[in-house]
């Protein structure tokens, strides 16, 4: 089992700036890629951007050019930089890992709060 703890979240001020952070433990070897989903009230889950093998990263467009997904292997903690923050960031992130299986299997973290309001 993979266990995920996120933190970092908090109330920011339009165009600032924020890190994520995930940490992870539990059986880390059967974990394929992770990312960072966020969920607005009342809007679906969507992606926010993903690292895979060979560190290769997807983003989101609403996410491109001010948020970086990159990773500390020796302290087994995923990060999520944000930069340049607006108020439609406002939602729930959630740290993922997928175990690249099929059918699809992943865990999920608790999740942190982000604001972003004057």
């Known amino acids: 089992q993979v266990q995920l703890v996120e933190s970092g979240g908090g109330l920011v001020q339009p165009g600032g700036s924020l890190r994520l952070s995930c940490a992870a433990s539990?059986?880390?070897?059967?974990?394929?890629?992770m990312g960072w989903y966020r969920q607005a009230p009342g809007k679906q889950r969507e992606l926010v951007a993903r690292?895979?093998?060979?560190?290769?990263?997807n983003y989101a467009d609403f996410v491109k050019g001010r948020f970086t997904i990159f990773g500390d292997n020796a302290k087994n903690t995923l990060y999520l930089q944000m930069n340049a923050l607006q108020t439609d960031d406002t939602a729930v992130y959630y740290c993922?890992?997928?175990?690249?299986?099929?059918?699809?299997?992943?865990?999920w973290g608790q999740g942190t709060q982000v604001t972003v309001s004057s």
């Open positions: 993922n890992a997928d175990f690249g299986v099929v059918p699809r299997v992943d865990a």
């Open positions: 690292i895979g093998s060979g560190e290769t990263t």
């Open positions: 539990g059986s880390l070897d059967i974990i394929a890629a």
